[in-house]
Nanobody, 122 residues
Framework: QVQLVESGGGLVQAGESLRLSCAAS????????MAWFRQAAGKDRELVAA????????YNADLEKGRFTISNNVAQNTVSLQIDSLKPEDTAVYYC???????????????WGQGTQVTVSS
């Protein structure tokens, strides 16, 4: 049983930065791989980044390198996604997810938050 709650989305201007947060809870949460996905209107849900609680990170190679940073705070049970130099194409609902086994695809994740909307104006 895992519960995930995202926060930090909003309306921002292109070029600005935003930090999203995911509060995770549940027994054995530390055994799960955590990830951030995003889904733009009319598009498939895509992986942004994933990490283990002990700090192993994986980024979607199809996305611009360097603009996305995933991190965690073990004491607070949170996983964050820092997005720098925001672009209009970053506009999407961003989801926090947890999986018991590694996967690059949304279908591999068992638990999901409700999502937080990020809208980037040009």
């Amino acid at each position: 049983q895992v519960q995930l709650v995202e926060s930090g989305g909003g309306l921002v201007q292109a070029g600005e930065s935003l930090r999203l947060s995911c509060a995770a809870s549940g027994r054995t949460i530390s055994r799960y791989i955590m990830a951030w996905f995003r889904q733009a209107a009319g598009k498939d849900r895509e992986l942004v980044a994933a990490m283990t609680w002990n700090g192993i990170r994986r980024y979607n190679a199809d996305l611009e390198k360097g603009r996305f940073t995933i991190s965690n705070n073990v004491a607070q049970n949170t996983v964050s996604l820092q997005i720098d130099s925001l672009k209009p194409e970053d506009t999407a609902v961003y989801y926090c997810a947890a999986a018991s086994r590694a996967s690059d695809y949304a279908s591999g994740y068992e638990y999901w938050g409700q999502g937080t909307q990020v809208t980037v104006s040009s």
